[in-house]
């Protein structure tokens, strides 16, 4: 408990350094809240403003979950597909490449004019950035598992599903939770661009570029503050969940004993 | 070369389904085009026909949109403001520009935060959470703040570009220097080399193949971060702004044409620099 205070305590200070700092900075140069508003501003729209706010978090996360989850889940789907046929790898992971050099920005216009306006074009923007990274890291993660360990598996007898749940997914289980790690930023992403092409009028992607339009960036630094929140316990979330069931993992065993 | 014949079999494949794909998405659409025209006597036939040769489809045909890459690209001239040429001249100039001085930026912050040991155990939990942050949300604000300081026409993008670049080179390169083995770094101990000489004969060094993967991250991210930019302020034109006037105006073969010049662009700016890594790589003996 003591080591992780003492892991915790210079970032918080160096946290704790820069805000004391941006404020104090702020308000010696003088600096107008239109270019850098002070962190006690800043606060201060979170709270008063606190209805609006969730009103757009409660939008856009409606896009980001729905798509982070046919996203990485088709994504693994696909890869266990074509783990079995070397041929449709050696087709499709080149493709993925190219694929993932798309700037997805670009994606954004075509699924709202598909989907419409509403969440589900932010939904389709996040499926189509979070689907690459996990069918690659998948792809990866399925070939993993060691000549030894498979040639066990046969001399149980097991069969290619018994293999596949009992070795192969684990084996797997790193690279599927770095890829489900990865693609929380993506989705959070995604679903915020999505929003500058067009949403009903709530939206963090709607309310940043609209307020950013008003020149009142406190507003947009809120709505910045609670979409970094949202990304960090996102990503927490799922490297909690990631310790759970990756115990066994190296980067996780030296620790603690 | 082995991967020639099943890329193209899969390409082949992608490409019947998008027909299939279009001739649906697009058939209610031109059924109504039909009614409205009067034309109730056609078979399927010409209203698939019809599908992949509207004007402005849900979904373009391939044939659609490579004929408006022919005409963006080969037909008008490089110069002029209607062809893709110029926009994607626009968008390479901040991408590059972006990209140099983030790259820069970020190896000098790795640098510095692998040298002192203070400024890793706090800065680098902040760098690590600032990536769950979506940066992109900065992107119109930057524009608008500097514009406030009459910083305006390629600079804000550019910075937008840097910006979102220079994130992974950091992490990347700081992993980079950490990359000797305890061994090795015992070894220049040993010699009595100074932080200085361990970092320049040593770290330096066994960094290379993070760099190059560093390099390839944040030059896509660049490019992404200079469309993100272009969005904002379109005024300027490149491919964002091509984009975004496409979705205005319901030009669909036009976005479809301007992804396919910006997926291009970051296919081969990414595809140099791994490149440029696999001959560097090769003659510094690393294994691969």
Do not use: C
């Not at chain 2, 994607?88 to 970020?106: K, N, P, R, Y």
């Not at chain 2, 203070?118 to 760098?127: A, N, Q, V």
């Not at chain 2, 193949?209 to 971060?225: D, W």
């Amino acid at each position: 408990m003591n080591a992780r205070a003492a892991d915790l305590a210079p970032p918080l200070l160096f946290g704790l350094v820069v805000l004391a700092a941006w404020e104090v900075g702020v308000k010696l140069l003088g600096v107008p809240a239109i270019i850098l508003p002070a962190p006690s501003a800043i606060l201060l729209r979170l709270v008063s403003s606190t209805p609006t706010l969730a009103a757009d978090f409660l939008q856009t996360i409606r896009g980001v979950l729905a798509g982070y989850a046919i996203g990485s889940g088709a994504g693994l789907a696909v890869a266990i597909l074509i783990d079995r046929s070397p041929f449709l790898q050696r087709g499709l992971l080149p493709l993925g490449n190219f694929v993932s050099a798309l700037p997805i920005v670009g994606v954004a216009p075509i699924m709202v004019m598909w989907f419409g306006f509403d969440w589900q074009s932010k939904a389709a923007v996040v499926v189509v950035m979070t689907f690459f990274p996990m069918l690659v890291n998948a792809t990866v993660g399925l070939a993993g598992a060691g000549p030894m360990e498979r040639d066990l598996m046969m001399t149980y007898a097991a069969d290619y599903s018994q293999t596949l749940r009992m070795l192969r997914l684990p084996a797997a289980a790193p690279f599927i939770f770095n890829a489900l790690k990865i693609n929380t930023t993506l989705a959070m992403i995604g679903a915020i661009v999505a929003e500058f092409f067009g949403t009903p009028t709530v939206g963090m992607g709607f309310r940043i570029s609209t307020e950013v339009g008003h020149l009142s960036i406190d507003m947009v630094w809120a709505t910045i503050v609670v979409a970094a929140l949202t990304g960090s316990a996102f990503y927490a979330l799922v490297n909690l969940i990631e310790r759970r069931v990756t115990f066994w993992h190296a980067s996780y065993r030296t620790r603690g004993n | 070369m082995k991967n020639v014949l099943p890329v193209t079999i899969v390409l082949v494949a992608l490409f019947a389904l998008w027909y299939g794909a279009a001739a649906l998405m697009n058939a209610s659409l031109q059924e109504d085009a039909f009614a409205n025209a009067g034309d109730t006597n056609y078979t399927t036939g010409e209203l698939v026909a019809a599908a992949l040769e509207m004007e402005r489809p849900k979904l373009p045909a391939p044939h659609q949109i490579a004929a408006e890459l022919y005409k963006l690209v080969i037909e008008t001239p490089p110069t002029s403001k209607r062809g893709l040429v110029y926009h994607a001249a626009i968008t390479l100039e901040e991408t590059v520009i972006g990209f140099v001085f983030g790259a820069a930026f970020g190896i000098g912050l790795a640098v510095l935060i692998q040298s002192t040991r203070i400024l890793e155990r706090s800065m680098m939990p902040w760098i690590v959470a600032s990536q769950t942050v979506p940066i992109i949300a900065l992107a119109p604000m930057i524009v608008v703040i500097l514009n406030q300081f009459d910083i305006t026409g390629l600079a804000p993008k550019a910075v937008i570009a840097a910006y979102l670049s220079f994130f992974p080179v950091t992490v990347g390169m700081v992993k980079g220097f950490r990359s000797p083995d305890p061994l090795q770094i015992d070894l220049m101990r040993t010699y009595s080399a100074t932080q200085g000489q361990t970092f320049a004969k040593l770290r330096a060094p066994a960094s290379a193949p993070y760099f190059f993967a560093s390099m390839q991250i944040g030059a896509a991210a660049a490019l992404v971060g200079a469309v993100v930019a272009e969005v904002t302020k379109s005024e300027d034109g490149g491919l964002g702004a091509r984009l975004l006037a496409g979705s205005y105006y319901g030009q669909t073969v036009q976005i479809w044409a301007a992804l396919f010049a910006a997926t291009a662009l970051s296919a081969a700016l990414v595809g140099l620099i791994a490149l440029a890594g696999r001959i560097v790589l090769r003659r510094m003996a690393f294994s691969r």
